[in-house]
């Protein structure tokens, strides 16, 4: 059962509705966003290196804080987690780009693997409205 006093949102994954959870949910001033894969609109990957799968799943991230009311400037927590310690650097500097000024607290993690083998990083993000 939702909570009426809950605002959801969903994104193109394919594994939203199979696994049953939003991509974002937003309660009070408080917005969460699931982890973020590289998916395409079409529900592909997104291709290309860590830094191109890192920008998509910022992007995933971004509209789903804008479409319940907030804005990157509203992040206060991101974690990223890594298959490739030597990709770090490459999606930490995307992370710098758009949150240098910001500065939420953050973590970056290295995985055996994440869902899709060709995925290189996944992201979460929450997000304080106020």
Request: one cysteine or more.
């Amino acid at each position: 059962m939702v909570d009426s006093s809950s605002r959801h949102t969903a994104s193109a994954s394919p594994f939203e509705k199979a696994f049953g959870f939003s991509r974002a949910i937003r309660k009070g001033n408080r917005i969460l966003v699931a982890g973020t894969g590289p998916i395409e609109p079409d529900g592909s990957s997104t291709p290309g290196d860590a830094a191109d799968q890192a920008r998509r799943c910022f992007a995933i991230i971004e509209a789903a804080i804008v479409e319940l009311g907030g804005s990157l400037s509203d992040v206060v927590r991101t974690r990223m987690f890594v298959t490739d310690a030597a990709d770090g650097e490459r999606i930490g500097a995307i992370h710098g780009e758009l949150f240098g000024e910001i500065r939420p607290a953050s973590t970056m993690v290295v995985v055996a693997a994440l869902l899709r083998p060709e995925w290189r990083v996944e992201i979460e993000a929450e997000a304080e409205i106020g």
